[in-house]
């Protein structure tokens, strides 16, 4: 059964309210009678935006209304007092990383997984299964003191982007979990990575440095990027190039070698992954994909520091 529901704003800070055992034909009539508690609320406000109905999830709850089912958007901002019990729910919740099941005011449903008060990892379209098998691993690895923020790493296992806590892989973000995120999984892992230490109390992993223990050495030079008339070809390494994927290519570094990519120009940082050679011009240390260019700003030729990252 709902034991408690509240109404949240879409951005900012999110009152979290808990779910219990319950049923879909349960659920719906409870969810439609705080609708007039949460409307009663938005006479009290004068700006009116949609909000999100959100809940911890929890696997014994059988949170799976349709989005066609949900009821339609609140239009009502929350009080102080509602936000406060929100955050009493929060600290009162005893597991160590949570998973939470949104739905917003225009029916889409998202999952976030939660470290304490600050959201690490957002999932969109998912029901808070994919959430809650996070939260659990996020769980287990803090039980066995491996998840400290220096301990967090991306990595390569089986030819898939892996989240490291030490050297056990924590999580895998595939081509398809980053797909369905519309992004690609390099990206994607920095980004939860970044997150997830910065939650830890730790620096975001794309501001590391030499001397970290995940660096085998750096390097700065010049850096170039390639795509349209090498798209499709075959890389030094066998693979098909995609100027879409975040890749580079490197005179001497071994394939699949990972590389932190600054633009020291524009501050910005990204994840690539060794797969051809070159270049072939000047004194360029890097040729960088066309995706992996324009996420750190790169539109020619711009002085980039490498990060070497230990296998």
């Not at 620096?203 to 995940?214: E, I, K, L, N, T």
């Amino acid at each position: 059964m709902l034991a408690n529901a509240l109404c949240a704003q879409s951005a900012g800070f999110s009152p979290l309210a808990r779910f219990g055992r319950g049923t879909r034909k349960g659920a719906i009539p409870i969810l439609r009678k705080i609708l007039p508690f949460a409307l009663a609320l938005g006479l009290f406000f004068t700006s009116a935006r949609p909000s999100e109905a959100l809940a911890i999830y929890e696997p014994d709850s059988t949170y799976d209304v349709a989005p066609n089912e949900l009821p339609p958007a609140m239009g009502a901002e929350v009080s102080a007092q509602v936000a406060e019990k929100g955050a009493e729910l929060i600290a009162a919740h005893p597991s160590f990383a949570n998973a939470v099941v949104s739905l917003d005011g225009h029916g889409h449903l998202r999952s976030d997984v939660y470290v304490g008060l600050q959201r690490v990892m957002s999932l969109t379209g998912d029901d808070g299964s994919k959430a809650f098998a996070i939260a659990q691993r996020l769980n287990a690895a803090h039980a066995r003191a491996d998840l400290r923020p220096d301990l967090i790493a991306p990595g390569r296992r089986d030819n898939q982007y892996v989240i490291l806590a030490g050297n056990r892989p924590l999580l895998t973000v595939n081509d398809r979990l980053a797909a369905s995120q519309g992004t690609k999984p390099a990206t994607l892992v920095l980004h939860w990575i970044d997150n997830l230490r910065t939650a830890l109390g730790g620096m975001p992993f794309s501001a590391v440095s030499r001397g970290d223990r995940f660096v085998a050495g750096t390097r700065v030079g010049l850096s170039s990027w390639y795509g349209p008339g090498f798209n499709g070809r075959r890389a030094a390494d066998g693979e098909r190039f995609d100027q879409n994927n975040m890749t580079a290519a490197n005179k001497t570094l071994p394939f699949g070698t990972l590389l932190l990519v600054t633009n020291l120009h524009t501050k910005q940082t990204c994840l690539v992954r060794v797969t051809d050679r070159g270049p072939y011009v000047g004194n360029r240390i890097l040729d960088l994909s066309k995706a992996a260019a324009k996420a750190i700003g790169l539109s020619g030729v711009s002085k980039v520091r490498i990060d070497i990252l230990k296998n």
